[in-house]
């Protein structure tokens, strides 16, 4: 039971452009949402959350939106940078103090 | 990231035998998750802990598998008799008592691989 899902394992996108990653998830007791980057041999680092009484959070480059009513939550990543390349997760949890849900992750590759 | 100390960063059991995995926290913190990541998947919770308490084990086998979080000391997860499938990426977070995930770190994880 995949209660979160990305669906998008990778993408592609040129330096400079936008990348936007997609999460969605069927658990509607969810109410905080979390973007995760990974890199190979190293454990997740935290990017950004949302908790569902917004519907977005902004961090210098990185933005994410929250759909609550069609359960869709996106990481939007501009300028995209070469060093964005890494895997990223999306995680959900109920109260911000429970344990985290991961997707299933999707592999960013920027290029120049 | 580089505060929770997670030892050994690779570890390669036979089947049958025992894995110790430890996690030593960042300082200050008394909250400990265990997560697994296994090839081509997402992070998976296994057990939630604060100091001498488990909290939540949902995510754990029945068996095999157990863990603790001593007064003192790394908090270990103990795999008993493993078997192939227990080959995977270990992943341990830590976080302050307000138990916030936000604020939890993650160490960069034990890989075992069972042969």
């Known amino acids: 039971d995949q209660q979160v899902k990305q669906n998008s394992p990778s993408l592609s996108v040129q330096e400079g452009r936008i990348s936007i990653l997609n999460c969605d998830y069927t658990?509607?007791?969810?109410?905080?949402f979390l973007w995760y980057k990974k890199y190979p041999a190293e454990g997740p680092t935290f990017l950004i959350s949302i908790s569902s009484i917004k519907d977005k959070n902004e961090d210098g480059r990185f933005t994410v939106f929250l759909n609550k009513s069609a359960k869709h939550l996106s990481l939007h990543i501009v300028p995209s940078q070469p060093g964005d390349s890494a895997v990223y997760f999306c995680a959900a949890s109920k109260g911000n103090t429970d344990k985290l849900i991961f997707g299933t992750g999707t592999r960013l590759q920027v290029f120049p | 990231n580089a505060g929770v100390m997670q030892n050994p960063r690779h570890l390669v059991r036979r089947r049958g035998q025992e894995a110790r995995l430890r996690c030593s926290p960042m300082?200050?913190?008394?909250?400990v998750y265990w997560y697994r990541q296994l090839p081509e998947e997402g992070l998976k919770f296994m057990v939630y802990?604060?100091?001498?308490?488990?909290?939540?084990e949902s995510g754990m086998p029945k068996e095999r598998f157990s863990a603790e979080f001593p007064k003192e000391g790394p908090s270990i997860l103990r795999i008993q008799q493993v078997v192939r499938g227990d080959s995977a990426a270990y992943f341990c977070a830590s976080s302050p008592g307000t138990g916030r995930v936000t604020e939890a770190f993650f160490g960069q994880g034990t890989r075992l691989t069972v042969v």
């Open positions: 802990l604060q100091k001498e308490n488990i909290i939540d």
């Open positions: 658990n509607s007791m969810f109410d905080y």
């Open positions: 300082k200050g913190h008394s909250h």
